[in-house]
């Protein structure tokens, strides 16, 4: 069960990524942006579990939705399935530095960041001509990395925290 103050944590945190990702067009290459909400995603999933991270994938989803411009609920849904992905390697034992500070983290937001763009670009490209493979090729593998990039920072900070605590 999650508590009330770190339910209210994850939803500041989460309307503050909201706004972010509205404004990455400045970090963006070649019109690729990465996804933080995606990794708050995987984050929640597996800091609180599967359920709990498939739940905050789709409100932060649908926050982004009503927010940007987007069709309604392609964020939503293909938010909480890559939540319900990274649920599955969710561990109660494993401590936040083991299950965040690590290179497993890096693998998990890859995954789960693939399995959003697939989703999300499946929807993105139906009302137009465009290819999805070949769509979903540029844009989609290279919005995955750019996602792992950026999720290498949240590894290192969750990796760092683990040496202050022992000081």
């Known amino acids: 069960m999650i508590s009330p103050v770190s339910l209210m944590r994850y939803a500041a945190v989460a309307l503050l990524l909201v706004l972010v990702q509205l404004n990455l067009g400045v970090v963006a290459v070649d019109e690729v942006t990465p996804d933080l909400l995606v990794i708050f995603a995987v984050y929640i999933a597996l800091r609180e579990g599967q359920f709990a991270g498939e739940i905050a994938g789709f409100i932060i989803g649908l926050l982004f939705d009503f927010i ?13 399935i890559a939540a319900f992905v990274a649920g599955y390697f ?7 530095h083991e299950a965040i500070g690590t290179f497993r983290f890096l693998g998990i937001v890859a995954l789960a960041a693939l399995v959003h763009n697939v989703i999300y670009y499946f929807f993105y490209v139906q009302p137009t001509d465009l290819s999805f493979w070949s769509f979903f090729g540029r844009a989609g593998v290279a919005s995955a990395l750019y996602t792992t990039v950026i999720a290498v920072f949240v590894m290192l900070v969750a990796a760092r925290k683990k040496t202050w605590s022992e000081i």
């Open 68 to 80: 940007s411009s987007d069709i309604m609920g392609t964020n939503a849904l293909s938010k909480m």
């Open 90 to 96: 969710f561990n109660e034992q494993l401590t936040t």
